[in-house]
């Protein structure tokens, strides 16, 4: 009895594999961590190309956060049912690229597919982050952002402030915190989203000095550390100062800053551009923004940011025809119309100079002052090796690291020093550990 | 006194005992034995590239100062968390049992927070004592008591510990609460015609009596400290601030599924398995010694 439903059950289970199989429309999995208003977006855009022709269907899954998506694609991969397009955050790059076997170049599969693709028709900051040292573009840039000022023009003006002027140096920033504390203006003066992203690599490349050896790791898997420069542990140390006087206020290790800033309990904020969406939406105030804070005595600053955000990487072990429809789709998202509507929409950089030029002659960025602030910042100057992006193994980890002797200096356990030569100490052991798995991998 | 049941057949007792077997090799010896084999291993992400390194990973673990460091945050943790998820519980317990009127009321109210996900306690408790946004937090702050679980570990670790001792009474009190009902009332009216009062019957009578339940609690206490409160720490602190919250199991979860170094994690959590073992092991040698049944 029991071995005829199981019979029933297998039956059952191939019938309809290969009714599945049957069907003519190949369907492409494409992985994301786009929420809210974005998941919209990244819902139209393949309901777009759906519609565009009748050959592939482009299938959109939520997986969760960035770490998370990333971990459901790798334990799929290990088990063989790996999704076609994956979304990964930059700080998963170096990641994916050491894992040769299990992706497919971009630039691979837009040539066995005979599809047109000009990897240098994107911004060159955007694409270097992406692309090997021998020029082979390994993902498809999609959603990049870069970390800029915020601040709130109503409490400006309160705190006998010029709310048309922003704070352009540290030091400026610092007096108008101080000007905002003592006059009662809001109760927090200045915070910040992401303090290593921030206040660690946008900050060393906005200074043109590196994070760490071999470009930023970009030349070779045997990088090592450089934050613990004078001028980062200077840079670190006002932030303790700041922080012990009340002027700078801790968020968190993510984004959670920015709901301080939108609710008007911060006055000012660096955080990524892409937030502009949200403090559109919740501000009740006027803001402004600007471009980040510099030390005005270091040569050469500001010299151009870094990019966040993520990026569309093709995996492996697919059937020929899946990949003709992921090239025809990213052929698709390439387009430079859609490109420039996705930046006007979600506030991410517009990744090719074609997106920007369209974007600037609709007068989008008349119409929403502050737009442009991200991507007049990534081409401030042309790219030097310290400042044209960063690849390190183990980064999620890393940056964790960071972090953790951030907040141990921030609560007065240890000194600026201290905390970024533990950083340094600390990130550097998870590099060599991480070359040793890739090396051998590769 | 012990009563056995002796069975004819010599196959009849593997086949009952067969689908607990199957669960436990599936879900235990599987998944454990896997932790093992890769606690050797240091492998890439993907899997593709995989080398035996012998101990390595657990050298490296030892060698690192902020992975010892871990084990003093969960020592700290899992007294806490059992302290005072037992005590508080035993209160409860001890009132509800008493109670003459609305007890059913009581009972249902106090087995609701079980119901909670621990992910959700956490989000809870963090709205409830969020320096900006948490009501609670603006009255300690109204006490002129400085708050942030943000930057101050000992507010963090004060934090982790009301969620996951809140999220955990419902159970404790559940097993309190049938322990105090099966204690005979001639025992306890005995003692009290003999002039003994409340607090005297409760330390001579009802705690002794309730030991078997106390020393099955602390058992369950123990473990869900050690494996089951990393989404709590994960909603509440992330580890934060520095490693103060960061408990052995969430660093294993961490390194695992966050940062992906596979190698690592399964030593960690091979380590964790050692120590529950040994914990459980001391507790049934030393402590039901004491325990009367």
Redesign the interface.
């Known amino acids: 009895m029991k071995r005829l439903t199981m019979l029933r059950a297998a039956l059952a289970l191939a019938v309809a594999v290969s009714a599945s199989a049957a069907q003519a429309v190949t369907e492409i999995q494409w992985w994301h961590s786009m929420t809210g208003a974005l998941n919209d977006r990244v819902n139209e855009l393949a309901k777009g190309f759906n519609e565009s022709q009748n050959q592939y269907k482009v299938v959109p899954v939520y997986k969760g956060q960035y770490p998370e998506s990333m971990a459901a694609a790798i334990a799929a991969f290990r088990s063989g049912n790996a999704p076609n397009i994956l979304q990964v955050f930059e700080v998963g790059t170096a990641t994916m690229m050491s894992a040769k076997g299990a992706i497919k170049p971009v630039g691979a599969v837009m040539r066995d597919a005979g599809e047109k693709f000009d990897p240098k028709s994107y911004i060159s900051a955007v694409a270097g982050y992406y692309t090997t040292s021998k020029g082979e573009m390994l993902s498809f840039p999609f959603n990049s952002s870069t970390v800029v000022f915020y601040y709130n023009k109503d409490v400006f003006a309160k705190a006998g402030l010029d709310p048309n002027r922003a704070p352009e140096t540290w030091p400026e920033v610092m007096a108008a915190a101080a000007k905002i504390k003592t006059s009662g203006a809001s109760q927090c003066a200045y915070t910040t989203g992401w303090p290593s992203w921030v206040h660690l690599e946008n900050f060393s490349a906005w200074h043109n000095v590196p994070i760490a050896t071999k470009e930023n790791g970009m030349a070779g898997l045997d990088t090592v550390f450089q934050i613990n420069s004078p001028l980062h542990v200077r840079h670190w140390n006002n932030l303790k100062e700041w922080n012990s006087k009340g002027y700078f206020t801790y968020g968190g290790r993510t984004n959670e800053a920015e709901a301080k800033f939108y609710s008007g309990e911060c006055a000012m904020l660096t955080s990524s551009s892409a937030a502009q969406a949200n403090i559109n939406r919740n501000a009740k105030f006027k803001y402004g923004v600007a471009m980040m804070p510099y030390y005005a005595d270091v040569a050469g600053a500001p010299q151009n940011s870094i990019i966040g955000g993520a990026s569309l990487w093709v995996m492996a072990g697919k059937k020929p025809d899946e990949y003709k429809g992921v090239a025809k789709f990213l052929n698709y998202l390439a387009d430079p119309q859609r490109q420039a509507q996705w930046h006007q929409q979600t506030g991410y950089l517009p990744i090719t100079p074609v997106a920007y030029d369209i974007t600037k002659t609709s007068g989008f960025y008349e119409k929403n002052p502050g737009t442009d602030v991200s991507v007049r910042q990534m081409m401030n100057k042309p790219a030097t090796p310290n400042s044209k992006g960063l690849r390190f193994g183990s980064f999620v980890q890393i940056r964790d690291m960071f972090q953790e002797e951030f907040e141990n200096m921030l609560a007065g356990k240890q000194d600026a020093k201290t905390a970024l030569d533990n950083a340094v100490k600390r990130g550097n052991e998870m590099l060599r550990r991480f070359e040793k798995t890739a090396k051998d991998a590769g | 006194m012990e009563k056995r049941v002796a069975f004819r057949s010599r196959w009849l007792p593997y086949v009952l005992v067969a689908p607990q077997l199957a669960i436990t090799i599936v879900f235990f010896f599987w998944p454990a034995s896997q932790a093992i084999v890769q606690s050797v291993q240091?492998?890439?992400?993907?899997?593709?590239?995989v080398?035996f390194v012998g101990l390595d990973n657990f050298v490296?673990l030892f060698n690192d100062e902020?992975y010892l460091a871990s084990f003093k945050v969960t020592a700290i943790f899992s007294v806490l968390v059992a302290f005072f998820g037992m005590s508080l519980s035993l209160i409860l317990a001890v009132f509800a049992d008493r109670a003459l009127r609305f007890a059913g009321m009581y009972k249902t109210l106090l087995i609701w927070p079980y119901a909670v996900a621990h992910a959700v306690a956490a989000v809870l408790w963090l709205f409830l004592f969020n320096p900006?946004l948490g009501i609670v937090a603006h009255w300690i702050k109204g006490f002129g008591v400085a708050w942030d679980p943000?930057?101050?570990?000992r507010d963090a670790m004060v934090l982790v510990v009301v969620a996951a001792v809140w999220n955990q009474i419902s159970y404790n009190f559940l097993f309190f609460l049938a322990g105090l009902q099966s204690i005979p009332k001639s025992l306890i009216e005995a003692a009290a015609i003999d002039g003994a009062g409340p607090g005297r019957r409760f330390w001579t009578i009802v705690l002794p009596l309730l030991s078997p339940t106390t020393f099955f609690l602390l058992v369950v206490n123990v473990v869900y400290a050690f494996f089951n409160t990393f989404a709590i720490i994960d909603a509440a602190t992330?580890?934060?601030?520095?490693?103060a919250t960061e408990i052995l199991v969430y660093k294993v979860y961490?390194?695992g599924?966050?940062?992906?170094?596979l190698g690592s994690s399964a030593a960690q959590s091979v380590i964790l398995m050692a120590i529950v073992i040994g914990l459980t092991i001391v507790q049934f040698r030393y402590v039901e010694r004491r325990v009367q049944y």
């Open positions: 240091q492998q890439d992400p993907f899997g593709i590239s080398e490296m902020h900006t943000l930057l101050v570990s992330g580890g934060g601030p520095g490693s961490k390194d599924f966050k940062a992906l170094d």
